[in-house]
């Protein structure tokens, strides 16, 4: 019995088996609906940078030609920042969700307006989207286990693995041929309508190659656990099922669960809200301070705008600025402080994506998708770069005390946040 003629049998064997061929189909299914869900999601979030920009240059021209001082152009001259999907974003969303993707920020205190920029739905939150990491990392393993649980078992229990044994040339070649079989179809299941996804999106052939090597791993890990239980000799199936459903449980419900409960618990730390919450203190006690404990705080850190005209007791646009500058740096040190506390808990959960193949996956889905808490931060870190250069446009006329004219306003060049953060153009 030859080579060919085996593989020839073994896949007539898996075409007759419904069951199997079934629960693969049903893999290829949820697997393309996640990824046309996540698409759409992708499609959706372009279509709305693309407007935001549109909106944002025509509201900004237009409030530049009701201007009658600089401070006021300031003031109501919004800014786009976005942070553009990668080609990968539509398989595993990750914290686009829970953070800012969409920002219009102006000279004001930025701190404020990072952390108060909020529009994440709560039930989506707890719910969580139905993308392709969810598919790999929870239903992937629940396929692969009905898949090769009974592989053994079956013929044992119906009386044909002596025979099947004792006729063929190699055992070893017998169970490993229907084993690859298997195998592959589940991983077309899976891969099939991602590869398409990702030839939609343009990806590059590198990064094709990274989330099937991925997804390959995954399989293999659970395919090989499955089989370890699933060749136990005195083990019915029914017994192989409830060991191979119960570490799937445990792997990817339980120690996710039991990783966060002790993360949340053990890494303590303040909340975006309260770097808010201080700087919008700090903005709201500086009307009440004399002006000069605000100049002499901003001149601390602007040194070069130390020479500027002293104020007098009536309003001026710099003192304004100057305190909702002071008013960031006054929310710095608890910023930072939240960051360290974002990071020591995604240190702990990189951790724990040890002992769960489930957060591994969606962890290396997210990073090769750029969504997850890097990739956050990173915006993070453009958009306040972004700002620094929004609010240091007007300090020359501002702090030199520039008579006003639209001419010199015009004058005032910011440059797009795609040109800032150094992003493709839309």
Same mark, same amino acid.
């Given at each position: 019995m030859n080579l060919n003629f085996r593989i020839q049998q073994e896949f007539f064997f898996l075409l007759k088996s419904k069951a199997v061929l079934g629960v693969m189909t049903l893999l290829l299914i949820m697997s393309g609906v996640s990824v046309v869900l996540g698409l759409n999601y992708v499609a959706a979030e372009r279509q709305e940078i693309v407007e935001l920009i549109q909106l944002d240059t025509e509201e900004r021209a237009h409030k530049r030609t009701l201007a009658y001082d600089y401070g006021g152009a300031a003031y109501d001259a919004f800014h786009a920042a976005w942070n553009p999907p990668s080609d990968l974003t539509f398989a595993a969303i990750g914290q686009r969700d829970l953070n800012p993707t969409l920002m219009r920020i102006r000279a004001l205190a930025i701190e404020g307006q990072i952390y108060e920029t909020d529009s994440?739905?709560?039930?989506?939150?707890?719910?969580?989207?139905?993308?392709?990491?969810?598919?790999?990392?929870?239903?992937?393993?629940?396929?692969?286990?009905?898949?090769?649980?009974?592989?053994?078992?079956?013929?044992?229990?119906?009386?044909?693995? =002596?025979?099947?044994?004792?006729?063929?040339? =190699?055992?070893?070649?017998?169970?490993?041929?229907?084993?690859?079989?298997?195998?592959?179809?589940?991983?077309?299941?899976?891969?099939?309508?991602?590869?398409?996804?990702?030839?939609?999106?343009?990806?590059?052939?590198?990064?094709?190659?990274? #989330? $099937?090597?991925?997804?390959?791993?995954?399989?293999?890990?659970? $395919?090989?656990?499955?089989?370890? *239980?699933?060749?136990?000799? =005195?083990?019915?199936?029914?017994?192989?099922? #409830?060991?191979?459903?119960?570490?799937?449980?445990?792997?990817?419900?339980?120690?996710?669960?039991?990783?966060?409960?002790?993360?949340?618990?053990?890494?303590?730390? *303040?909340?975006?809200?309260?770097? #808010?919450?201080?700087?919008?203190?700090?903005?709201?006690?500086?009307?009440?301070?004399?002006?000069?404990?605000?100049?002499?705080?901003?001149?601390?850190?602007?040194?070069?705008?130390?020479?500027?005209?002293?104020?007098?007791?009536?309003?001026?646009?710099?003192?304004?600025?100057?305190?909702?500058?002071?008013?960031?740096?006054?929310?710095?040190?608890? #910023?930072?402080?939240?960051?360290?506390?974002?990071?020591a808990r995604d240190e702990l959960t990189a951790r724990f994506s040890l002992l769960s193949p489930a957060v591994a996956i969606q962890r290396r889905l997210e990073a090769l998708a750029q969504t997850n808490l890097s990739a956050s931060l990173a915006f993070e870190d453009q958009v306040r770069d972004y700002h620094e250069e929004i609010r240091r446009a007007y300090y020359p006329v501002l702090f030199e005390e520039v008579p006003f004219s639209k001419e010199r306003l015009a004058q005032i060049a910011i440059p797009d946040f795609s040109e800032s953060a150094g992003l493709d153009s839309e």
């Open positions: 994440i739905n709560p039930e989506l939150a707890l719910a969580g989207r139905f993308d392709f990491a969810f598919v790999a990392a929870y239903l992937l393993p629940l396929v692969i286990v009905f898949v090769f649980y009974d592989l053994l078992a079956a013929e044992r229990e119906s009386g044909r693995l =002596n025979l099947l044994t004792v006729t063929a040339q =190699n055992a070893r070649s017998l169970w490993s041929i229907r084993i690859l079989l298997r195998f592959i179809g589940v991983l077309i299941a899976v891969l099939l309508p991602l590869w398409i996804g990702m030839s939609v999106e343009g990806a590059s052939v590198g990064l094709m190659l990274s #989330a $099937t090597l991925a997804i390959t791993l995954e399989a293999v890990f659970w $395919t090989a656990l499955v089989l370890v *239980i699933a060749t136990r000799p =005195n083990f019915r199936s029914e017994t192989i099922a #409830a060991i191979s459903v119960g570490t799937w449980i445990v792997l990817t419900l339980a120690i996710p669960i039991a990783g966060k409960v002790y993360i949340e618990s053990s890494v303590t730390g *303040i909340k975006g809200s309260e770097v #808010a919450l201080v700087q919008r203190e700090s903005v709201n006690d500086a009307w009440d301070l004399p002006k000069s404990v605000t100049m002499d705080a901003f001149y601390a850190s602007h040194p070069e705008w130390a020479n500027s005209a002293p104020l007098h007791e009536e309003w001026h646009w710099k003192w304004y600025y100057a305190f909702h500058q002071v008013g960031d740096e006054m929310a710095a040190g608890l #910023a930072q402080e939240y960051r360290a506390t974002m990071l």
